[in-house]
Structure formats: structure tokens, C-alpha cells
């Protein structure tokens, strides 16, 4: 097994990460910016190194002095966790080439699902479905209201390249799409270096459901079951749980089936997560491959009893998978919700010094955190500052416990979006099971229906 391993990363991740290494008997390598000098993860791991200034640019995303830190401290393989580098095919190659193991998939598999046009023909030659839309690159307005007439409004403006919503616009009409697609497209263009764009047709009131995936070097792949991560504020997930009140289990084998295939379709090896967008009539499409761990997976841990992180470990080694399909097996309901520094009504960022941090320690509930009481949550990064995880023997179990673990949650100092969660997860709405990507704006921003 490998000896050392260098995590690529900071705050919960990095941590998350670093408490697998030590179960494993791996040693564990940190890196941190000048404004992490006194992060978690720094303190947790075996060994730490200045990688550079504040800014990502300076620090996380610094290939190089990454590098050369990784081979200072004679590590055998870097772990990326998510985001930053996670899916850089670069990075995986410069690994490669000073004999560094990249925990995660090859870069040709990152490139393969880097694009999302690129993805969509490979998707439809493995025959994934898709959702109806183009497969090449809008290269003019007028290409594109042509695209739209024919797949008929309203539909999805998107981004070929990169996530989180950004170059993603709803376009109800040939006006609407006049005024979003430059804009769009210069937008992901300063984001990614590719104004690719694409139009989808616009599924309403969509579920979105991904499968977590994992693939040997033997070949071996199998699904671990579906999250449902459908309330989401500006395509950013908030709320996700393990399984989907909305499936049975023969449309879990299906999606399950087309993840598998949608990852030997790219010779894909590693964890991963295949998502689709689903339907009223439970019809579910493509969407993306995440080529690496996703923030949400402890509720796949929590329900399926495995270490996502020791699994990758264990693959990137080259050991074979030791579970087979027949033998994955789903327990419990497990919610995982997102805490940010921000403002509930605004959610504006709220950086500053935590002076007072107390969550609830009990049965069930599980804490990945980047920050403790004193820390500073930075202006430099993502202003998620832990995530709270709940598993009960059924939906209705889970939704209590997270409810009550909310409440004894308190952090001074700044401001959270605890009151927003709180809302969300005491509608009757989610607990009848009726959450689609548009839950927030239609019963909580807009208040159609009372949070009580």
C-alpha cells in the first residue's frame, strides 16, 4: 500500500481525506495558502507545506509548486478531493510523468466528460439517453435560434465547459435568448477559457439524480444506488440524500445499468458519479460525469457502509474491486445539508472569526468541517464551512433527526444559512417527498406555500 499521500486540497475535503489516510496507516501530506496557516486540515495532517499566497491562483491551483512539494516529501500518489485540480487533466499527466499516482481517473477519461457536448455524442453511441438538444458548438446567435426552433421553447442555454451553473440560462422565447447568449457565452469564456455553448430542451420541474459509480483497473464496475439532489439554489446543490423517496428499484437498476455503461463507454477508473435530470414521468437523462469524489458522498457511505475514500485509495493502488453488484446493498436513509458563511436573506458571504461553534455529537449524525471555534472563514474561498449528515432506519427518521440537529447547531460570529435549511427541511413539501430543482424558488423564496 502506499506509503504517503499528498491531499491537493483544503478545508473539509482535505480532512475527510487525511481521517481516511490515518485508518489506513498512510501517512498524510497537507498543503495550505498563507490565509490557511491555522486550517484544520493543516493541523490534522502528518506533515504540511506552504504552497503559496491567499489566492487560489497563488496556492491551490498552483500545478507546479504542488509538484515539486509532492516530490520534496517523497509521497507516492496525490489525492485531489473535489474541485481545483479534481478534474485538470494536466495535472493528472504531470502526476504521471514524475512517477506520482493520481488518485482518480486517467486524463483522457477527465477530457472525455470535460466537455459536455463531447459528452453528449459519446453518451449517445453508448446509449445513454440524453436530453433532446445539439451535439456541436453554437458558433452564432442565428445557429442557435435556428437549434431552439427546432427542439421548440423553453430551453437550456449551457456552457459546454465547467459547472455550477455559470453560462446557464432558462430561455423562454427567441427575445430571451437574443439577450442571454453573448452574455452567456463571455461569461464561461473568463471562466473556463471556453465559450462553447449548447442548447438542451428545458425539462420542468426536473429531479436530479446522480449514481455514484466505482471502476477498477481489472475492469469491474459497479453502482452504489442514487442521490437525489434536487433543491438546489442557482444549480448549486443544498440538500442531498441516499436513496431517492421518488424511484423503485427497478428504475434504480436502469440508471444504475446506464452509469455503468456511460463509464465503460471511457474506459473510466476511479470513483465517479454520473447524473441525470428525470422527469414527472420518471424518464431520466443524461446530464454530466463528475470524474471525481463528489461533496455529497458521505450519504452514499452512510447507507451502503463503505469508505468512498479508502475504495479510491485502494483502486489507484490497483487492487480489484472486493464488492461485486449483487452484493451492494442499501440500509437506512441518509441527508447530507450543505452550511455556508452567508447570509440567509441575501446570501452574501459572511467572512469573519467563528467566536462561538457547538453541534450537536450524537448517534447518527456525522460532521465533515473545515473550521472550529476561533477559526476565520476567508474571503479567498467557497464560504461552505461544514456539512451535517443524518441517517435514520427511514426517510421520515432521517428528516426528524436533521431537524433537531439543526436546532442544536449554533455559530457566533458570522452569519449561516442554517435558517434556510431550517425551512427547508421542516416544509411539508420535502417531507412528502416532493422536491424538484425549482423547490426554493417556488416554496421558500417566494413563499407560495407556508414553511410550517
Do not use: W
Amino acid at each position: 500500500m502506499f506509503n504517503k499521500i499528498l491531499i491537493a486540497n483544503r478545508g473539509e475535503i482535505a480532512s475527510r481525506i487525511i481521517r481516511t489516510c490515518k485508518k489506513m496507516g498512510i501517512k498524510s501530506v497537507a498543503i495550505y495558502s498563507e490565509a490557511d496557516n491555522q486550517a484544520l486540515h493543516v493541523k490534522e495532517a502528518d506533515e504540511a507545506f506552504l504552497v503559496g499566497g491567499s489566492r487560489v491562483n497563488e496556492s491551490y491551483l498552483n500545478i507546479k509548486k504542488i509538484i515539486e512539494i509532492a516530490k520534496d516529501a517523497n509521497v507516492d500518489a496525490i489525492h485531489p478531493g473535489y474541485g481545483f485540480l479534481s478534474e485538470n487533466p494536466s495535472f493528472e499527466e504531470l502526476c504521471k510523468e514524475n512517477g506520482i499516482i493520481f488518485i482518480g481517473p486517467s486524463s483522457e477519461a477527465i477530457q472525455a466528460m470535460g466537455s459536455k457536448i463531447e459528452a453528449r455524442k459519446t453518451m449517445e453511441i453508448a446509449k445513454v439517453p440524453i436530453v433532446p438538444g445539439n451535439n456541436t458548438a453554437l458558433t452564432s446567435i442565428e445557429e442557435a435560434i435556428e437549434v431552439a426552433n427546432q427542439i421548440g421553447y423553453p430551453v437550456m442555454l449551457k456552457a459546454s465547459a465547467g459547472g455550477g451553473g455559470i453560462g446557464m440560462a432558462r430561455v423562454n422565447n427567441e427575445n430571451e435568448l437574443l439577450k442571454s447568449f453573448s452574455g452567456n457565452q463571455k461569461r464561461a469564456d473568463a471562466f473556463f477559457g471556453d465559450g462553447s455553448m449548447f442548447i438542451e430542451k428545458l425539462i420542468e420541474n426536473p429531479r436530479h439524480i446522480e449514481i455514484q459509480i466505482l471502476s477498477d483497473k481489472q475492469g469491474h464496475t459497479i453502482y452504489l444506488g442514487e442521490r437525489d439532489c434536487s433543491i438546489q439554489r442557482r444549480h448549486q446543490k443544498v440538500v442531498e440524500e441516499a436513496p431517492s423517496s421518488f424511484i423503485d428499484q427497478e428504475i434504480r437498476d436502469k440508471m444504475g445499468q446506464a452509469a455503468v455503461n456511460a463509464a465503460k463507454a471511457i474506459g473510466y477508473c476511479n470513483a465517479g458519479t454520473v447524473e441525470f435530470i428525470m422527469d414527472t414521468n420518471k424518464n431520466f437523462y443524461f446530464l454530466e460525469m463528475n470524474t471525481r469524489l463528489q461533496v455529497e458522498h458521505p450519504v452514499t457511505e452512510e447507507i451502503t457502509g463503505l469508505d468512498l475514500v479508502e475504495e479510491q485509495i485502494n483502486i489507484a493502488y490497483g487492487l480489484p474491486l472486493e464488492l461485486t453488484q449483487e452484493n451492494v446493498n442499501l440500509v437506512g436513509h441518509a441527508i447530507e445539508v450543505r452550511i455556508y458563511a452567508e447570509d440567509p436573506k441575501t446570501f452574501f458571504p459572511s467572512p469573519g472569526k467563528i467566536t462561538s461553534f457547538k453541534i450537536p455529537i450524537k448517534p447518527y449524525v456525522r460532521h465533515e468541517l473545515s473550521v472550529e471555534e476561533g477559526s476565520t472563514v476567508s474571503t479567498f474561498y467557497d464560504p461552505m464551512i461544514a456539512k451535517l449528515i443524518v441517517k435514520g432506519d427511514n426517510r421520515d427518521q432521517a428528516i426528524d433527526e436533521l431537524i433537531d440537529s439543526l436546532a442544536e447547531y449554533k455559530v457566533e460570529g458570522i452569519k449561516t444559512n442554517i435558517p434556510l435549511l431550517e425551512k427547508i427541511v421542516q416544509h411539508p413539501e420535502f417531507r412528502n417527498g416532493n422536491a424538484t430543482t425549482n423547490f426554493i424558488n417556488a416554496y421558500i423564496i417566494e413563499g407560495k406555500v407556508n414553511a410550517h
